[in-house]
């Protein structure tokens, strides 16, 4: 499992069947994930003498977050997944931060800070995906008043302050395990060839890239 969406990056082993089902996890603190995340991974395999090819699934946390932490986690995904022959599965940060309050079944309001005033907003039932979308503060305050609100940014907290929001620790790449779980059983994988990171919007580039000039007719 990979995570290098957040601030902080963090690669686990994981087994629903052991008695501890996080059998090795490694973090990868601040911007150092595009060149830590691969011998992380290779080291983690090693220790805990697995093979790529036995995995059941490469699981990869495609945002939304930093744009070159995203690309990163999915791009050596990508690779491992056509590397071992084995399938791949992509979850949401924004559901991660849902699930840390538990499966109970209720509306839960996930928000992370999306910069430039913005939000990354997620409404889920259980681990149902009701949408994710990018809001403003206000929006968002319309959008999850009167309901359970969770944030792992405390700039994110302050700004929401008046939606009393529960605030928990970053989504770690062990926290996947259950979504991958569930994906596994039911045989719902991603393509590697198609899967793209889960933005949720335009990249700097693209906003303020110049528009094209179009040419004279001949």
């Known amino acids: 499992m990979i995570q290098t969406a957040g601030a ?4 686990a082993l994981g087994d629903a069947d052991a008695a501890e089902t996080i059998v090795a996890t490694e973090m ?8 830590r995340l691969v011998p992380a991974v290779r080291r983690l395999m090693a220790a805990s003498g697995w093979k ?7 699981v990869v946390v495609h945002g939304p977050g930093s744009f070159t932490g995203v690309r990163v986690g999915v791009s050596a ?41 913005e939000f990354y907003y997620g ?3 259980g681990r149902s995906c009701v949408r994710e979308v990018l809001l403003s503060a206000q929006d968002v305050i319309v959008a999850a008043s009167d309901a359970l609100v969770v944030v792992c940014e405390t700039r994110v907290a302050e700004s929401l302050a008046e939606l009393r929001p529960r605030l ?13 779980v569930a994906r596994v059983a039911s045989g719902e994988f991603d393509d590697a060839a198609t899967l793209d990171a889960n933005y949720l919007r335009r ?9 094209a000039v179009p040419r004279p007719a001949r």
């Open 77 to 117: 995904a990508k690779g491992l997944s056509e590397a071992g022959s084995v399938p791949l599965i992509a979850v949401s940060r924004l559901a991660l931060l849902a699930g840390s309050v538990g499966d109970v079944g209720q509306t839960v309001h996930a928000v992370l800070d999306a910069g430039r005033g």
């Open 168 to 180: 928990v620790e970053e989504p770690s790449a062990g926290d996947a395990l259950p979504f991958a």
């Open 8 to 11: 902080e990056g963090s690669v």
């Open 203 to 211: 990249t700097d580039a693209e906003i303020f890239a110049k528009p």
């Open 52 to 58: 790529l090819s036995e995995l059941a699934a490469v």
């Open 28 to 35: 990868l603190p601040g911007r150092t994930s595009s060149e």
């Open 123 to 125: 409404e889920y039932v």
